[in-house]
């Protein structure tokens, strides 16, 4: 699975939007970006996924770039209970020969303040 | 349940004791996956179910770790004679069926400390 590249951290300020950037330059074209987030002392929480169009749901909207190599998660109205760590990861899609493992960076920590 | 239910919540283990970890995941859910995060890091995979069907165990540090879904639905994961770099959250996730369009649900994890 390709690699991705995030920021350590960012803060936000509440109410505002939160745009998390990811890099993943190696992507391959069948590979498919996934966003979680794991808020302190819980495990990961998928928050959406995409392969090269935009994609909305009710948490966020992630921005895809043309060429795929990289790719903007966006909560577009944070709360203090946004806080967390939030990875990025690439990975081809479940079935055929893959199970769907999902390989964890270093997230980014996303710092929500009033 | 409702959701991937872990336990014990939190562990405390004398070096060379053995434990047990569990995880019981969403009812029905084909595909279950182990993975241990350390302080401060991402998680990282240690292996991976399919039914009763344990295929891959790569991520497994050592032979002192051992996973097990017999009936296919509750996992067991097994260290033996703990070492302190045991110490560490393992984390329990499910998934309905190989399909991408899925996320995987996770439990809140089994946090183990190693005396």
């Known amino acids: 699975d390709a690699k991705t590249t995030q920021p350590p951290s960012m803060d936000c300020a509440e109410g505002r939007a939160a745009n998390l950037p990811c890099n993943h330059s190696?992507?391959?074209?069948?590979?498919?970006v996934y966003w979680y987030r794991q808020i302190h002392s819980q495990g990961p929480q998928y928050i959406i996924h995409?392969?090269?169009n935009n994609e909305t749901n009710e948490m966020a909207s992630l921005i895809i770039t043309e060429d795929r190599k990289s790719s903007t998660l966006i909560l577009p109205h944070a709360t203090l209970r946004d806080t967390a760590v939030y990875y990025c990861?690439?990975?081809?899609?479940?079935?055929?020969?893959?199970?769907?493992?999902?390989?964890f960076g270093q997230g980014t920590i996303l710092t929500v303040h009033p | 349940g409702a959701g991937v239910s872990q336990s014990p919540r939190y562990k405390v283990a004398k070096r060379g004791q053995d434990v047990a970890l569990r995880c019981d995941p969403i009812?029905?859910?084909?595909?279950l996956f182990w993975y241990q995060q350390a302080l401060g890091q991402g998680p990282e995979f240690l292996t991976y179910?399919?039914?009763?069907?344990?295929?891959?165990k790569s991520g497994l540090p050592s032979d002192r770790f051992f996973a097990e879904r017999p009936e296919g639905s509750v996992s067991t994961l097994k260290i033996q004679r703990t070492q302190q770099e045991d110490s560490a959250v393992y984390l329990c996730?499910?998934?309905?069926?190989?399909?991408?369009?899925?996320?995987?649900?996770f439990g809140s994890g089994t946090r183990l400390t190693v005396v």
């Open positions: 996730a499910s998934s309905p069926e190989l399909r991408f369009n899925y996320g995987y649900t």
């Open positions: 190696t992507i391959s074209g069948n590979e498919y």
């Open positions: 995409g392969l090269k």
């Open positions: 990861i690439v990975r081809v899609p479940a079935g055929g020969t893959s199970y769907g493992k999902l390989t």
């Open positions: 009812s029905g859910h084909v595909s």
């Open positions: 179910f399919q039914n009763e069907a344990q295929l891959d």
